[in-house]
Nanobody
Framework: QVRPVESGGGSVQAGGTLRLSCVLS????????MAWLLQLPGMEREAIGA??????ITYAEAVEGRFTISRDIATNLYLQMNNQKPEDTAMYYC??????????????????WGQGTQVTVFS
């Protein structure tokens, strides 16, 4: 069973940086379509970026140029968040699916989810 596990959340001042990590137990990240998503209270999860099996990376407009997704050759996926804004405050999730054919930034397309890690950006 594939299971993503996030870490690295916390509190950061606006303009600061934070790096989230996701370890994928059960397989290598390059075998999957992987995504980072956020969720605000009372709202649905939104994908902010994804990396396809072949390495293509797609970002949501709200984070383009500030957030960077990367992965290693093993089981680790990362989200580097720079120049953070208070509106980035949310629960962040790592998700995986066997491919991105249903849409890399479509939250409902992902079958495997982590438990989430909270990010708080204060001004």
């Amino acid at each position: 069973q594939v299971r993503p596990v996030e870490s690295g959340g916390g509190s950061v001042q606006a303009g600061g940086t934070l790096r989230l990590s996701c370890v994928l137990s059960g397989d290598t990240v390059a075998s999957f379509c992987m995504a980072w998503l956020l969720q605000l209270p009372g709202m649905e999860r939104e994908a902010i970026g994804a990396i396809e099996n072949g390495g293509k990376i797609t970002y949501a407009e709200a984070v383009e140029g500030r957030f960077t997704i990367s992965r290693d050759i093993a089981t680790n996926l990362y989200l580097q968040m720079n120049n953070q804004k208070p509106e980035d405050t949310a629960m962040y999730y790592c998700a995986a699916d066997y491919s991105c054919f249903r849409g890399a930034l479509v939250a409902r397309a992902y079958a495997f989810w982590g438990q989430g890690t909270q990010v708080t950006v204060f001004s």
